[in-house]
């Protein structure tokens, strides 16, 4: 499903077309003076400057101008997204212009052959989708080269919003946004992770936001998507036509009956939409019976597969064509998956959202959506206590959320990316945001058990049962299932190398792993030479045989951004651990007891006669910690990180 941003720029200057000759632009912004970035040694390139410029015309085309330019700091730039000039275009948005230059070092110009720019799909899942780009590789990309491209095109918008960003993965010197509107046109703009910026008044309706050297975004692990951690700009224009303000779309409420009104007609259901719910619904009485198997139906049956054009990137296919060819996109899904509820007197709504947290903002409506759930009215005689992932909602009372795209998570469940996330439920009342459950850590849970002998030259046999649900079964089981049989071995040794070295993985075996609304199980057996160290007459071994529950994310340089987790869960271990004949236990690492507001951490080690039995607990409460909190987290998790690190010392008695 696409929800694209819209990208509007103004043009003001005609480029230079001559061969091998680059633009005074580029040429002026090659001849910059830089400062020293934070980091610059880390980065493969400098945005010299990225500007976008923006004409609308009186009647709401748009004319975009963009120009890039890169200064080339390593080879392995060749390599990354500075190594070639991009320009988007569509069925209802035509590129006029588009070229690319680089200049050496030396001075040498050098431009991009027209025969050397393609035509590609920007999208690698759909059937068939009008968005595509131009595209051509930079001439030269070496260190010390500044390249850069300019392309032109008009589109007419379904939408008058737009985002920009300042920022990068990679130093940005000057970042322009230009913006040219007609008379009686007016605008609003919202600012993201910077203060409140007045553009400069260039007279004539034009205005100018800029912003030099930004710093890059410095990739931390468990960190939000970059984007959101971004300065950005958001802009929404306002026509002096009524019929054309429609497009604004100025609250979250207007684009809610823009989108019922856009779908309304596709949710009608038909005679063999109707058979087919009364075939697969035959004997069952329970209402969330019922909605659990019309909700497998959307998800197995109907392939994922999507075919966007014009209007169709927002505009879901009718619920009877969705049926017929039994395949559709994430919207599409939603819209069979309602009509079937519907047939058995379910009501329910469409729901945009991002798949990625923290770039809807509920201060600032915008159609900045990529994602279709449903939201399902749940009448106030069927019970929730089974169904993790409802909100009640003063005005639509109680709504179960539920993703008929993702295939491996169950009815009641949300997954992982859209919890702690904002969705818009689109109805015919208008639209509402609302912001998506952390489904409780209970609803995630991992218990590992083993039963592990060690022998007294410290090698290892060990028989592992796992019982997953939630979260954890999910992710586990969409690794199996990515993968054919003869190669899912790999997904367990790939987890098990994480804990263990030098093992051979001699029996596995998985259950239920096509039953999606069941516990995923896991048995396996293995074995590994030198687990233990031998010291003398000392054995060294790690209580905590598997498993790995602390990370490195806090250790090193100070960390910059908040961290963001997965999912809440719980998560257990229990091994029992027979000790080599005529070893006795020298020393036992003390148990962990520590606590967080995001996290609880308890474990234990007991010795029984020739039995070391070791037992933790780890409880994720929350997803998100922002940067005030990340000292109190870095205690926590450093706890239990020494706590893996621990080791129990055995000692020969004969």
Request: charged share 25%; aromatic share 10%.
């Amino acid at each position: 499903m696409i929800f694209a941003a819209l990208g509007i720029v103004l043009a003001y200057q005609s480029p230079c077309t001559g061969a091998d000759k680059a633009p005074d632009w580029l040429r002026a912004a090659a001849q910059e003076k830089l400062p020293e970035y934070p980091k610059q040694d880390e980065a493969v390139a400098i945005v010299v400057l990225d500007e976008e410029q923006t004409t609308v015309r009186d009647k709401g085309e748009i004319e975009i101008r963009i120009r890039r330019a890169y200064k080339i700091l390593r080879p392995e730039a060749r390599n990354s997204r500075y190594s070639f000039a991009e320009a988007s275009l569509s069925n209802n948005k035509k590129v006029s212009f588009f070229k690319a230059w680089t200049i050496l070092p030396n001075g040498h110009e050098i431009e991009a052959s027209d025969k050397e720019v393609v035509e590609r799909s920007v999208s690698s899942y759909e059937v068939f989708a009008d968005l595509r780009e131009k595209f051509v590789k930079f001439p030269e990309v070496n260190p010390g080269s500044v390249v850069g491209y300019e392309s032109v095109a008009v589109e007419k918008p379904y939408a008058y919003d737009q985002r920009w960003y300042f920022q990068d993965v990679v130093p940005v010197h000057r970042s322009r946004l230009i913006v040219q509107l007609p008379n009686g046109w007016e605008f609003r703009t919202f600012w993201a992770n910077h203060a409140e910026q007045d553009p400069q008044n260039l007279g004539a309706n034009r205005y100018q936001w800029e912003i030099d050297d930004s710093p890059a975004i410095e990739l931390e692990p468990q960190m939000p998507v970059w984007n959101a951690i971004a300065v950005r700009l958001g802009v929404k224009y306002y026509p002096s036509d009524p019929a054309m303000r429609m497009k604004s779309t100025g609250s979250w409420k207007e684009i809610g009956l823009w989108y019922n009104d856009l779908t309304t007609s596709s949710r009608i259901s038909t005679p063999q939409i109707k058979e087919k719910v009364d075939q697969l619904t035959s004997g069952l009485s329970d209402p969330i019976a019922k909605m659990k198997v019309l909700a497998s139906f959307a998800q197995w049956q109907i392939r994922y597969a999507a075919i966007e054009i014009g209007i169709g990137g927002y505009q879901p296919h009718p619920a009877s064509d969705v049926y017929h060819h039994m395949y559709g996109d994430c919207k599409d899904k939603v819209t069979l998956f309602s009509a079937m509820l519907n047939e058995i007197g379910i009501e329910s709504y469409y729901v945009l959202i991002n798949n990625r947290r923290r770039l809807v903002n509920p201060d600032f409506p915008m159609t900045h959506f990529n994602h279709a759930i449903v939201a399902i009215h749940l009448p106030d005689d069927i019970p929730d206590s089974s169904l993790f992932a409802v909100v009640k909602d003063p005005q639509l009372g109680r709504l179960l959320f539920f993703d008929p795209t993702n295939p491996y998570v169950p009815f009641g469940y949300l997954p992982a990316y859209l919890q702690d996330n904002y969705g818009l439920v689109a109805g015919p009342k208008g639209g509402q945001l609302i912001q998506l459950p952390v489904l409780p850590p209970p609803a995630n849970r991992l218990i590992r058990t083993g039963k592990i002998s060690v022998g007294s030259t410290g090698s290892m046999a060990g028989d592992f049962q796992e019982v997953r649900w939630g979260a954890p079964a999910q992710d586990r089981r969409e690794q199996f299932l990515r993968e054919g049989p003869a190669k899912r071995a790999k997904v367990f040794e790939n987890f098990l190398g994480s804990s263990l070295s030098d093992f051979s993985l001699t029996k596995a075996s998985i259950g239920n792993l096509e039953l999606y609304d069941q516990n995923l199980t896991l048995e396996y057996r293995v074995v590994a030479d030198s687990y233990a160290k031998v010291a003398g007459n000392l054995l060294i071994l790690r209580p905590r045989v598997i498993g790995n529950e602390s990370w490195s994310i806090l250790s090193g340089k100070p960390r910059k951004y908040p961290i963001e987790f997965q999912e809440a869960a719980r998560l257990e271990d229990v091994f029992d651990i027979t000790l080599p004949e005529g070893y006795v236990v020298d020393e036992l690492p003390k148990g962990i007891d520590a606590e967080c507001s995001y996290g609880s951490y308890k474990s234990q080690v007991q010795v029984n006669g020739n039995m070391l039995h070791y037992t933790r607990m780890y409880e994720i409460k929350d997803v998100y910690v922002p940067t005030k909190n990340l000292d109190e987290v870095k205690a926590f998790l450093s706890q239990i990180a020494a706590d893996e690190r621990a080791s129990a010392v055995l000692r020969r008695v004969n």
